[in-house]
Structures are given as C-alpha cells and as structure tokens.
C-alpha cells in the first residue's frame, strides 16, 4: 500500500475513527517492511468536522463538484476577458451550484448523525469558494483528503489553520515527528532470529528464567511506552482539532466586531444627519407658525376693513 491508497482509506473515516485506524495502518506497514510509508501514513492529520464533511460530499457528489471546478475556471476566463454579461450568467450559476453543494452537504452530515449547523456549512462552503477561485484549491478539494477546510486569500488556497493547501496535508515537521517514533521504537525479535541467537550462559548465582522474566517485563514496557504515545498523539491531533475551531471562531468574531464597528459609526453619522434634520425641520416648523399667524393677522384685519364698508 502507498501513501496515497492509505489517506484514501483514513479520510474516508468519521474523524473519531481516524487516529486509531492510522497507527494500527501505520503500525502495519511498519510490520511489513514499509517504513518510510508508516512513517509518512504516522503524519497525517486528524480530519475537522468540516474537512470530513468536504470529503464525504467530494466523495458522494463527485460531478458536481467537478462541476464547480469548471465553473470556476469559466469565471476567470471571463474576468480575464472583463466580460461583465458573462460574469453576471456565471455568478447566478455559482449560487444555484454553491446552494445545491451546500443543500447536499446538510444532507451527508445528517446521514452519518452529525448535526449540520450553520458554521460547520459555513466551513464548507468556504472550501468550495476557494475551489471556485484556485484552480490548485480544485485539485485539492476534489482529491477527498483535507485534514482542514480551505480559504481563499487572494494570493493563493490555504487551510484554515493558516498552512499551504496540500493534496495530503503534511507539513515537515509532521513527517519528521513520524519518522522519528518508527525508527526509535526498536522492532521485537522474531522468533527465527531468536532462534539464530546463541542462547546465553546463565550465570551460576541465578536462575536460567531470569533473562527471560526481564526480556518480558521490557517488552511489556515498550508495549506500554508505545500506547502512552498513541494516546498523546490523539490528545495532540484533538487538541490542535480544537484550536483550528477556536481560530474559526476568533475569526468570525474579529469580522463581526470589524462589521458592527462599521455599522456603529453609519449609525452615529446618521444620527448627526438626523439631529441636523431636526433641528432644521423644528426652524421650518417655526417659520411656518410665523407665516400661519401673520396670514390669520391679515384675514382679521381684512374682515374688520369688510366690516366697516357700507
């Protein structure tokens, strides 16, 4: 098995399967001889809620994303060429494309019994614009293997984490950290290489069971050794699972404040215009009294003057 055929299977997974179902793969390969590949298969990250979503809606609703990628590159076409009509046809295409995705997406997560609420559609949605404006963000999306979701920044895709869009995200460190923990835990002896070793002098002050009893208590402390690191690996893909939602959540949260400072200061420029207005309808209200009170002076006055005629 390759890289490739291994992310294939992992991100195909519901994300609170992936981590055990890595090592065990990992640990595998390793086993088989394929250790630069279970090294590689140890990097990869633990799916978002959102990328496995992406995923499964990339994996379910193949030509429809395809689809999007074609739209997209339509769309640049047509910027490139600034034909305005078409761009307007394509941007209405976009929406009914986008909105169908999206309706699809709600209906993957409700299916697997995860609650589709808006931020996790917004994520997904965001990996489809990217899509829609980066022809490597295509490539990516429709490969099915994001750890994270994807943005788009203007200069390029990115996952949401802040780090360069992969087909499969690995960054160095990551690689690195897998091959270090499978060429530092040492393989166990198989018993025919057992059997090659010359069986020790057993020391006459002790008994022959002893270096045996301590061989096993080592195994065992390998055995143990290894799944505290398993388990701080999974604390380590959750907890940085739990910082990429933080980060999301930061960010909407600095574009609603940047969104109602925007509108607090329309509101005290209208508030301005509208004392302004006021004070400016209060003086047209009092010129209007005056010019009320001398028409009723000048209606007394020619009904006394009528008054006076013979």
Request: aromatic content about 2%; hydrophobic content about 40%.
């Amino acid at each position: 098995m390759n890289l490739d055929d291994a992310a294939d299977e992992l991100y195909a997974l519901p994300p609170d399967e992936f981590v055990e179902a890595r090592n065990a793969l990992a640990k595998r390969l390793k086993s088989e001889g394929a250790g630069d590949v279970a090294a590689r298969v140890k990097a990869l990250r633990k799916p978002t809620v959102a990328a496995w979503l992406t995923n499964q809606l990339v994996r379910q609703h193949g030509d429809d994303v395809r689809a999007l990628a074609d739209l997209g590159e339509r769309m640049r076409q047509a910027m490139s060429a600034m034909d305005g009509a078409a761009l307007r046809e394509l941007t209405a295409e976009r929406k009914t494309q986008v909105d169908g995705l999206l309706k699809a997406a709600r209906k993957v997560a409700t299916a697997a019994g995860q609650k589709a609420g808006p931020d996790l559609i917004e994520a997904v949605a965001a990996s489809l614009d990217a899509a829609i404006a980066d022809p490597r963000a295509a490539d990516v999306l429709r490969a099915a293997r994001l750890s994270h979701g994807l943005e788009h920044v203007g200069f390029g895709a990115v996952e949401d984490d802040g780090e360069a869009a992969d087909v499969i995200s690995l960054s160095d460190a990551r690689v690195a950290r897998g091959q270090r923990l499978e060429t530092t835990r040492r393989p166990r002896a198989t018993p025919a290489a057992e059997a090659e070793e010359p069986e020790p002098e057993p020391a006459a002050e002790e008994p022959a069971a002893e270096p045996a009893s301590d061989h096993a208590r080592a195994e065992h402390e390998l055995e143990q050794a290894e799944a505290a690191v398993d388990a701080a690996e999974e604390q380590v893909d959750d907890a940085e699972a739990a910082l990429d939602d933080q980060r999301r959540r930061l960010g909407r949260a600095q574009e609603a404040v940047e969104r109602l400072t925007e509108e607090l200061a329309a509101a005290r420029r209208e508030l301005e215009q509208a004392r302004d207005d006021i004070g400016a309808a209060e003086d047209d209200v009092e010129a209007a009294r005056r010019a009320s009170e001398a028409a009723r002076r000048r209606r007394r006055e020619a009904k006394q003057q009528l008054s006076r005629l013979p």
